[in-house]
């Protein structure tokens, strides 16, 4: 019963390093999420992707991309990192699929990334 | 647009003290709410969820909020703080028609002995 998983759970770049986050969940989720966190500021929204095919930016979206390769997987890709991505990524993955269902988020156990 | 507000980034209570952390909202549309839970190092659990079925709600480990629409407030409450609880708590809404979830700063809970 893995729920979500994330991988790496730690990475170290270099300014300028590209590199791809990737998320799978086995709870036959439709949505999915990335999100970031740093200190004082709670967890603040990348991109999600409310179904397979879809993706929307966030509140904080410059500088990333991501992929919704199947219902399962969901990737977050920094294709220059800068030292201002320094932060631990979050994925999550909800049954939300439908206007009025109230469901929680699942939260997978972080990526702990320092770009320096 | 959704917000939430936690007042207090960091509450100290003495073991076996009543806990509360605050949680106020924003939301154009009735709201869901949540309050998650995160250890060090660790991802974030789900504690309790408000789903418009009754406006006092209880979570695990001992945790219940209330619902108060006229205060646009969702506290989290326990009469009895355990060392345990040390952790950083989450208030997070979510609109009927949403489909983002939208966090608080967080409150880190410390118990002392």
């Known amino acids: 019963n893995a729920g979500v998983t994330q991988t790496p759970k730690f990475q170290v770049l270099k300014t300028g390093q590209s590199m791809t986050l990737q998320c799978a969940q086995d709870?036959?989720?439709?949505?999915m999420y990335w999100y970031r966190q740093d200190p004082g500021m709670g967890l603040r929204l990348i991109y999600y992707?409310?179904?397979?095919?879809?993706?929307d930016k966030g509140e904080v979206p410059n500088g990333y991309n991501v992929s919704r390769l199947n219902k399962r997987e969901f990737s977050l890709r920094l294709e220059s990192a800068a030292p201002s991505q320094t932060s631990v990524y979050f994925c999550?993955?909800?049954?939300?699929?439908?206007?009025?269902?109230?469901?929680?988020?699942?939260f997978g156990q972080g990526t702990r990334l320092t770009v320096v | 647009a959704q917000s939430v507000t936690q007042l207090g980034s960091h509450v100290s209570v003495s073991e076996g003290a009543l806990v509360l952390l605050r949680c106020n909202y924003s939301?154009?549309?009735?709201?869901?709410l949540f309050w998650y839970v995160q250890y060090p190092n660790q991802g974030l659990q789900l504690l309790l969820k408000?789903?418009?079925?009754?406006?006092l709600v209880k979570g695990i480990n001992g945790f219940e909020a209330e619902f108060k629409k006229s205060e646009t407030s969702f506290h989290l409450t326990k009469p009895s703080a355990h060392m345990s609880d040390a952790a950083e708590y989450f208030c997070?809404?979510?609109?009927?028609?949403?489909?983002?979830?939208?966090f608080g700063p967080g409150t880190r809970l410390s118990v002392l002995p």
């Open positions: 709870m036959n989720h439709n949505s």
């Open positions: 939301s154009s549309v009735p709201p869901y």
């Open positions: 997070a809404v979510r609109s009927t028609y949403g489909q983002n979830f939208v």
């Open positions: 408000y789903t418009s079925a009754a406006t």
């Open positions: 992707s409310a179904s397979e095919g879809t993706t």
């Open positions: 999550a993955s909800s049954a939300l699929g439908f206007v009025g269902v109230n469901t929680e988020a699942f």
